[in-house]
């Protein structure tokens, strides 16, 4: 069905630690769970976002925006469940509550013109906006207000406050 939400989220593997391999590594199945003790606690999941911003904004994309990706679990957009079904995600490379790096709001806009110019987006919403209750983020460090202006989304599009 045709994409037409944008989720963002956040994602640091371990929590709290940047820079290594381990977030390409759960997404593209390889991940190796002896790396660190908490990694053992994902084996067997099965989960993907588009894109991933690094720290530094660099971009890494890992499944087509054609397709589908398993970022939104049980989720709820509206009337619609089954966000994975009609929606984009982008992972930052983040935690709720670290600020976000200029370099990644940079990267993030940049990216979410370049699909809105290619898919009819209505808005832009948070893993915990379209999972309340079960997930956080991208949590309190976003700022939200930065992101929509950069981007080019109206403050009716954006996340609910």
Known sequence: MPVSLLVIHNISLPPGEFGGPHVA???????????HPWLERL???????????????????????????????????GARERCNDFSLGIELEGTDTLPYTDAQYTALAKLARVLRARYPLRAAWGHQHIAPGRK?????????????????FPRRQLAPR
Request: glycine letters at 12%.
């Open 136 to 152: 956080t983020d991208p949590g309190p460090a976003f700022n939200w207000a930065r992101f929509g202006r950069a981007a080019g």
């Open 25 to 35: 590594g759960l997404f593209l199945n390889r991940l190796d769970y002896t790396a």
């Open 43 to 77: 084996r067997g999941l099965r989960v993907s976002a588009h894109f991933f911003v690094r720290r530094d904004g660099e971009i890494v994309q890992f499944v087509a925006t054609e397709a589908r990706a398993w970022h939104a679990g049980v989720s709820r957009f």
